[in-house]
């Protein structure tokens, strides 16, 4: 439990952001299997449908942590909901023409862009240090928990429903946010007046953000973990469903990863907050471990997961690896309010740019390694082996020290 009330409220309010956000990502690698059935798509075509969210997606990441310094957390992330909620909603209406579905999966992309980098402006004014091991983990929780909703109800859907009940969920949610979210209540709090608030007058030169190792190391092992998350949540369902004759119903247990990936991710945050708390650990020293846990424990689940036959045994891996990716969140997904807590919404808007790379070449690129080896354990080698390099240069480059 936090120790504020109005910190609680924030973190929930942001937390059903999350869920929605994630929540909407999982809809369109379930609705591929049945919509390239339907209108005839490719291998290739069904990779650039999936990676065309990353493309909105990469180009909005600074901008949305700008806006969010310029304009507000509320305004921001308010626009950014209804945006990229119609851009679901209206999905099914533009399914026979490719096009089309591309360009509205860029949209969403863009909007969704503008998500994290707000509610980590947010949070950098809002949690206490002692807290945002947890406030993270919530947050991050909060995703897994809407893929997973995703995950078991979609399979159950005709696809257009897919879109459509989580595109209305996304405008309900706007209601919510503008009736209980007050943009000043921090500031009320006189204890909040302690934290450090986040610098509004772009006082940093865009270099800064680029020239300082601490933050390479962040930025080099969120790519390295996106690079396997994306793999995983854009070809799972395909993958089971293609490669080990999974039926819709058994794309329903592609829910469990995501349910592991929830349970570590908070756990692990009460976790690491109790080692800084109790001073028995140093803040670096609990960002460099957890986030050893969240790359190489995935790295070797993945490989494990490319070589197994029965649906079942699969599920049981990529949920193990996707439960130690959560670790991430206490380790350098958290370590950007340490490092610049009043710039913590662009160095992680930069960090994010970056790391949705792999998001714009892992559908391509496994749709290409897949046609040309008739093989899938290629596409999982090349993860655990990007995990490998994340690790190695998180723990010998990260700090806990400002250098924002």
């Known amino acids: 439990m936090f120790t504020f009330s109005k910190t609680s409220k924030v973190v929930a309010l942001c937390s059903l952001a999350n869920f929605i ?12 299997i049945p919509m390239s059935d339907q209108f005839n798509w490719s291998m290739q075509k069904q990779g650039w449908v999936l990676s065309s969210f990353a493309f909105g997606y990469i180009s909005s990441q ?26 679901t909603f209206l999905t099914p209406l533009f399914g026979p023409y490719s096009g089309l579905v591309i360009l509205s999966r860029i949209i969403l992309g863009f909007a969704e862009g503008f998500c994290l980098p707000t509610i980590y402006h947010i949070f950098s004014m809002c949690i206490t240090v002692e807290e945002r091991s947890r406030a993270f983990g919530y947050l991050v929780a909060s995703g897994s928990v809407g893929q997973t909703i995703a995950a078991v109800i979609c399979p159950r859907l005709p696809w257009p429903m ?54 390479w190391a962040i930025y080099i092992a969120h790519f390295a973990m996106n690079w396997s998350n994306y ?6 369902p395909t993958y089971l469903a293609r490669r080990l004759g999974a039926n819709k119903h058994d794309i329903s247990f592609t829910a469990l990863p995501y349910v592991m990936n929830s349970l570590v991710g908070v756990a692990a945050g009460h976790y690491a907050d ?25 790295a070797i689940f993945i490989l494990l997961f490319g070589k197994m036959q029965s649906v079942l045994l699969a599920v049981c891996f990529v949920s193990i690896s996707l439960g130690l990716c959560a670790c991430n969140s206490s380790g350098h997904m958290s370590n950007h309010a340490d490092v610049a807590p009043n710039h ?11 790391a949705t790379i792999p998001g714009i070449a892992c559908g391509p690129v496994t749709a290409a390694i897949v046609d040309y080896t008739h ?30």
């Open 274 to 298: 109790s080692l800084i708390s109790k001073r028995q650990w140093t803040v670096l020293s609990v960002r460099r471990l957890m986030t050893s846990i969240g790359l190489l424990g995935p």
């Open 344 to 354: 913590a919404g662009l160095t992680f808007a930069v960090s994010n740019t970056l």
């Open 375 to 404: 093989h899938w354990f290629p596409v999982f080698a090349i993860a655990a082996i990007v995990n490998l390099a994340g690790a190695i240069v998180y723990n010998s480059q990260s700090s806990a020290s400002q250098v924002l």
């Open 62 to 87: 600074i901008i949305g942590g700008r806006t969010a310094q310029r304009f507000g957390g509320k305004i921001t992330l308010g626009l950014a909901v209804l945006v990229w909620s119609l851009s």
């Open 162 to 215: 897919m879109f459509y009940s989580f595109g209305s969920m996304g405008i309900l949610w706007i209601a919510i946010w503008v009736l209980l979210y007050n943009e000043n209540s921090t500031e009320a709090d006189p204890e909040m007046l302690l934290m450090p608030k986040v610098d509004t007058r772009h006082s940093v030169h865009w270099t800064g953000y680029i020239s300082h190792k601490a933050l």
């Open 21 to 32: 956000n994630a929540a909407d990502r999982v809809i369109m690698p379930i609705a591929v």
């Open 231 to 236: 793999i995983i949540l854009s070809w799972l």
